[in-house]
């Protein structure tokens, strides 16, 4: 069984500024893990996901994770936030061999202007 | 338009009423899940379905049934409704075509059981 912990469940951070959302994670067997973002009113969608491979992966709008196996995390970074990017946003993993996807519980990002 | 199509989006509904939420997908997924949103405690999942003879339980499945009407519609009905049901519920699917199961999601209904 797999679960997912955000380690924060909001986090202000002023435009322009750097912001990293925490995502770690328990598994028992491989996993892949992603970032869903939620715009407020509106359904979630893929920001990224990693499945193999380099561990540095890059998503949309300017969004990357860092995939670290020995601490079983998949942290969210962004250089330079933009007011648009306040959301609601999940860190989910699923088994390599299953098709359920465990989602953590969101980490609202408020961007202040 | 869009591909994965929720009914009705805001529902406010009585305790012990019957109520059917609908979900639509244009986008050929085989695939169909739902899930409710509470605040704190992101998405869990109460049903799935793979094809339109299976259907499964999700980990909050009591006070639910579903019903997979073809491979586009997936219904969620709460045959009593009561108050802690009120919820964001998302309809989502997904082909498994890759090595990952990555999940489209609909606009959500937003239920209020008074």
């Known amino acids: 069984a797999q679960s997912v912990t955000q380690l924060d469940s909001q986090v202000p951070v002023f435009e322009e500024a750097p912001v990293e959302l925490r995502c770690n994670y328990s598994?028992?067997?491989?996993?892949?893990l992603f970032w869903y973002v939620q715009y407020p009113n509106q359904g979630l969608q893929l920001l990224l996901k990693?499945?193999?491979?380099?561990?540095l992966v890059k998503g949309i709008n300017g969004f990357e994770a860092e995939f670290n196996k020995s601490q079983t995390s998949f942290h969210l970074r962004k250089p330079s936030v933009h007011i648009s990017d306040t959301a609601e946003y999940f860190c989910a993993v699923s088994g390599t061999g299953g098709f359920k996807t465990i989602f953590g519980a969101g980490t609202r990002l408020f961007v202040k202007a | 338009d869009a591909d994965v199509t929720q009914t009705p989006r805001n529902r406010i509904t009585k305790t012990g009423k019957r109520i059917m939420l609908e979900c639509s997908q244009t986008?050929?997924?085989?695939?169909m899940y739902w899930y409710r949103q509470d605040p704190g405690l992101g998405l869990r999942l109460i049903y799935y379905s793979f094809d339109v003879k299976d259907i499964n339980k999700g980990e909050i499945s009591d006070g639910y049934s579903v019903s997979r009407q073809a491979q586009a519609k997936f219904s969620l009905s709460l045959e009593s409704a009561i108050p802690n049901q009120t919820a964001l519920y998302f309809c989502?699917?997904?082909?498994?075509?890759?090595?990952?199961?990555?999940?489209?999601f609909g606009p959500g209904t937003r239920l209020t059981v008074l």
């Open positions: 990693y499945l193999s491979g380099s561990t």
């Open positions: 989502a699917t997904s082909d498994f075509s890759g090595p990952a199961d990555t999940q489209y």
């Open positions: 598994s028992s067997v491989s996993v892949y």
């Open positions: 986008k050929g997924h085989d695939r």
